[in-house]
């Protein structure tokens, strides 16, 4: 990744499109974990895709509606979180160094794939 | 040489895509009852569209976002979130008036009622995009949209006076009564001109078709001359219906009287050049709306979206336009009035519009997308204002329009 | 962020306002014919004429014909004279029946009125 000196977390960052590494969308950065530490200053823990984590900073309230309905339909792996050493790159959007197929951000994706698209015609190509 | 193809594509492109259900309704409502009185209200939607076309270009091409995917990282997804709301809940009362306008052609056309349409061009609507390329629906349709240019035809065919088309086109004007329903035209047709989707879904395409910094002049050309000719085309239903149903005292409440405005000028090649018209112009605008609908969803979520690609590599976004066109449809078989759903829905749009051009001009503005492709001030003033009193009209002549139909 | 909440606080505002003031209207509205009503009846009946006239000069095709007459007498009949819609049906049937005489004539009746 270019080494840069300063990045702003929550204009740079936070809200940015993320890709994975042939380029495909995973998901937004809903959300940036810290890591709070005594006699030093705080570190970015983790980035983090989720929409609960999203719908959490437009309102308390919708944050548990989103919490309910997605225990009662996600798979494990969420929220999705990703460190620092796996983003090649920041720029417009970020890069980072997975496989969205292996990422749980994609279980929408797959879900719809399997069980809509794929009967519906020419939805097997 | 091709750029010069390219450039005369993208206007026709625009031309042949402008007519919708919108302008068709608006303009003929408003030429119908009110002469040319209502031009005003056309000129500053078309000089307000001009600039948003033209600054979504630039922007996508500055910035190398499309405007959803910016206003998400700009001001975060709180903040993007009522605004998206809205403009998703307007954008499917206008593809039901789409839909709608549609289904009317054919029930015109065929005698058999326009909601028994309504499944059967959804799934039309839905098959095209679920299996043509991009290229392909959007061009297509567009093309085929060059029939509405029989309006212009008509236009001249019955002696309009260019003299005093020009001078109600620069002088707006209250009539001594029917104010509210007049001013409620006029709102209507502020938002049937600059319709959101219409420039947020141009930053799409431009991204599609990776545009740089060439293509700066270029963006200006198309939009300046596809919004321009395009405009020409809603002005000419106008000018038509104020030449044909006007003087017979005939006000346009529903399709089956505006199918009368093409008969003086064609005779009987009239009748089926409206219908025509009126099914491809609507068909063209719902594809449009369906696939901006879906676009500014995936790239509100981070889904992947791209216009060619198969279902099965962009499951959320090809169901977000499927489900988008199955409640659209639904809208239309509660038999609820065409032209009423497009007139109150072209007025919502000009309430909404503030919403997600506002944030716009901040992004158009900020150094850190646009670098030294800034708006200038007077780009600012003109879109700001102009924006902002179509929206605080419509908020007072929606209510009031609402008490004088009862 | 301030943005954020601006933007909800101006969404609200114009909705609550947009509600108030259709609140308002539809109460003070009431009923009764209003100035509109007269005008789309007139605009309904002149419409008949107009698609009848249409017809006899063979520029529009029966099936529309039929559908906009059976919706201007339903529109009349919705509205402050319901009386209008009777002739506009009378034309209707006569139409259907391919009878241009009396089409005719029922349009001239109408037109004088």
Request: aromatic share 10%; glycine share 8%.
């Amino acid at each position: 990744m270019k080494r840069r000196r300063l990045i702003y977390l929550v204009r740079d960052v936070l809200d940015t499109q993320v890709l994975d590494r042939k380029k495909r969308a995973i998901g937004k950065v809903d959300g940036i974990g810290l890591e709070l530490r005594d006699g030093a200053p705080p570190r970015v823990a983790y980035f983090e895709s989720d929409a609960v984590t999203a719908w959490r900073r437009f309102g308390r309230r919708s944050g548990r509606w989103a919490a309910r309905i997605a225990s009662r339909w996600r798979g494990p792996g969420h929220p999705y979180r990703f460190p620092w050493l796996r983003v090649r790159e920041l720029d417009i959007d970020m890069e980072i160094d997975v496989d969205v197929e292996r990422t749980p951000a994609f279980d929408f994706e797959r879900w719809l794939r399997e069980h809509v698209v794929r009967y519906l015609p020419g939805g097997r190509r | 040489m091709k750029r010069f193809l390219g450039i005369a594509l993208g206007i026709v492109t625009s031309i042949g895509g402008f007519l919708d259900a919108g302008s068709i309704a608006t303009s003929s409502q408003a030429g119908a009852a009110f002469g040319y009185s209502l031009l005003w209200a056309l000129a500053l939607g078309t000089v307000c569209v001009i600039f948003l076309v033209e600054m979504s270009g630039r922007f996508a091409i500055a910035s190398k976002h499309t405007i959803t995917d910016a206003i998400r990282k700009r001001f975060g997804f709180p903040a993007l979130v009522v605004p998206f709301a809205l403009t998703m809940l307007v954008n499917l009362l206008v593809l039901a008036s789409e839909l709608g306008g549609v289904c009317v052609a054919l029930e015109l056309a065929t005698g058999i009622g326009f909601q028994l349409w309504a499944i059967p061009v959804a799934i039309a609507l839905w098959l095209l995009l679920w299996v043509a390329t991009f290229d392909v629906v959007e061009e297509g349709t567009a093309l085929l949209g060059l029939v509405t240019l029989c309006f212009v035809v008509a236009a001249w065919k019955l002696g309009a006076e260019p003299a005093e088309l020009a001078r109600a086109l620069v002088t707006p004007s209250l009539p001594p009564d029917e104010r509210a329903h007049y001013l409620f035209l006029a709102v209507s047709i502020v938002g049937a001109t600059i319709a959101p989707y219409l420039f947020l879904f141009y930053s799409s395409g431009a991204i599609e078709d990776r545009w740089d910094k060439s293509y700066l002049t270029p963006n200006r050309l198309i939009a300046a001359g596809g919004m321009l000719f395009g405009a020409l085309i809603s002005m000419a239903v106008l000018v038509v219906a104020a030449l044909t149903l006007k003087p017979e005292g005939i006000h346009v409440e529903s399709y089956e009287q505006a199918a009368l405005m093409l008969l003086p000028a064609f005779g009987r090649w009239g009748f089926w050049l409206f219908i025509v018209s009126l099914a491809v112009a609507c068909f063209g605008a719902a594809l449009e709306l369906s696939l901006a609908s879906a676009y500014a969803m995936a790239q509100t979520f981070g889904w992947n979206w791209g216009e060619n690609l198969r279902p099965r590599k962009a499951a959320r976004f090809s169901m977000a336009y499927t489900v988008f066109i199955a409640l659209a449809a639904l809208i239309v078989l509660t038999g609820l009035n065409p032209m009423k759903l497009t007139l109150f829905s072209m007025a919502i749009t000009a309430v909404i519009l503030p919403l997600t051009a506002m944030p716009f001009l901040i992004l158009m503005n900020d150094r850190t997308y646009m670098g030294s492709h800034v708006n200038s001030r007077f780009s600012n003033i003109v879109v700001a204002l102009i924006v902002l009193v179509a929206a605080v009209l419509a908020i007072v002549s929606i209510p009031l329009e609402i008490i004088g139909s009862r | 962020m301030r943005a954020s909440a601006l933007l909800r606080g101006r969404a609200m505002n114009a909705a609550l306002r947009a509600c108030a003031l259709a609140l308002a209207a539809l109460v003070v509205g009431g009923c009764g014919p209003s100035e509109a009503d007269w005008r789309s009846a007139s605009s309904w009946s002149l419409t008949a004429v107009a698609v009848a006239r249409a017809w006899e000069r063979g520029e529009v095709p029966t099936r529309y014909a039929r559908r906009a007459l059976q919706k201007a007498a339903d529109e009349l009949a919705k509205g402050p004279l319901p009386e209008a819609g009777a002739p506009v049906d009378e034309l209707r049937q006569a139409l259907e029946r391919g009878d241009r005489e009396a089409v005719r004539q029922l349009v001239s009746e109408l037109a004088a009125r």
